[in-house]
């Protein structure tokens, strides 16, 4: 990281992009076909306009030869990183991956399949210089199959709930984020990073810019239907205790429900004068027993959950090689 000057402030005016240096993290899975153009696309905006940059490539366990197309790019290319993951963790472990490496004042994700075109970045950081924390990019047009764009309004609506997403705020994987939030995301114990959760969890202003979203050119996206659930699963076992909560208020319920029907069991026997020796104390001791089982079960499962937080390892994935490219000659 360089030395920097003030960040910018909301409401003093613009600062000037070019006082700053940006880190670029690309998680590549199964791009062997597309990455390298993705790669010389950025490194021309980013020269073009003259501003200190890096770019940082992350291999998320392809199984074809992204990484032999990657590695390569970074023993030739001056400016570029790659990073090979021991195997395939998924898209937010390979972020928190590449901005361990990063370096930059801020730090731009984007995809490497040029659905986010390198030429919009610049939006992000005009954007960013107006003082704010973190900048999602907003797809005029999203590019992409109906069930995700269904995924993507459910996946808003859990943020909103869990992260106190703003009703007028709408969140991507194309965003930049201040060297502070990063910081704070690289620094937090948790086994299951989300970057958006915790972009929205570590940050105070926010703001959009429109972007375009382009078809991808080759091959299809990797972000399919199973990935979308488990992310679902992540943000709602990960950041939330509503799954817990609510097993645990179901539980309570139960448990009422027991105790009534044992005071039933009761009353039926007094009136009903019922036959069957014993079989009224043994319904009422099953009803009372069960009742208190649930009950417990979910009070020792809200603990579990809290200590599990508490001891979670910081260390999301494992590095198998990494390559650092020939020093670049930044612009200023």
């Known amino acids: 990281m360089t030395d920097a000057p003030s960040r910018p402030s909301a409401g003093t005016g613009p600062a000037d992009a070019r006082d700053f240096t940006y880190s670029v993290v690309i998680p590549v899975f199964n791009s062997e076909q597309i990455v390298a153009t993705t790669v010389d696309r950025t490194l021309a905006v980013f020269r073009d306009a003259g501003l200190r940059h890096e770019l940082i490539l992350v291999n998320d366990g392809s199984e074809d030869r992204s990484w ?89 609506m859990i943020n909103r709930r869990v992260f106190g997403q703003p009703s007028n705020l709408t969140v991507s994987n194309f965003r930049i984020l201040r060297r502070d939030v990063v910081t704070r995301i690289v620094t937090s114990r948790t086994a299951h990073p989300y970057i958006t959760g915790q972009a929205l969890m570590y940050s105070s202003q926010r ?93 020792l499962g809200e603990y579990v959950v809290r200590t599990l937080n508490a001891v979670s390892d910081p260390v999301t994935s494992h590095v198998a090689e990494l390559v650092r490219g020939p020093a670049s000659e930044q612009p200023g």
């Open 207 to 299: 703001a959009n810019v429109d972007v375009r979203h382009d078809p991808r050119p080759v091959g299809s996206s990797n972000y399919n239907l199973v990935r979308i659930v488990r992310l679902v699963m992540t943000i709602l076992f990960s950041y939330s205790s509503f799954p817990l909560r609510l097993g645990a208020l179901l539980g309570f319920v139960l448990a009422g429900l027991s105790f009534l029907f044992g005071a039933y069991l009761v009353i039926s026997r007094v009136v009903n004068d019922t036959r069957v020796p014993g079989w009224t104390s043994l319904m009422v001791l099953l009803s009372i027993f069960n009742g208190f089982s649930i009950a417990l079960l979910s009070i």
């Open 68 to 156: 032999a197309v990657v590695s390569e790019l970074a023993r030739t290319t001056p400016g570029v990183v790659a990073i090979d993951l021991l195997t395939n963790y998924g898209q937010h472990h390979a972020n928190v991956a590449g901005m361990r490496e990063a370096t930059g004042d801020y730090v731009i994700t984007m995809d490497d399949d040029l659905q986010n075109p390198p030429d919009q970045a610049l939006l992000l950081i005009e954007r960013a210089m107006e003082g704010y924390d973190v900048v999602f990019g907003r797809f005029e047009t999203k590019q992409a199959a109906g069930y995700r764009r269904i995924g993507s309004k459910m996946i808003s």
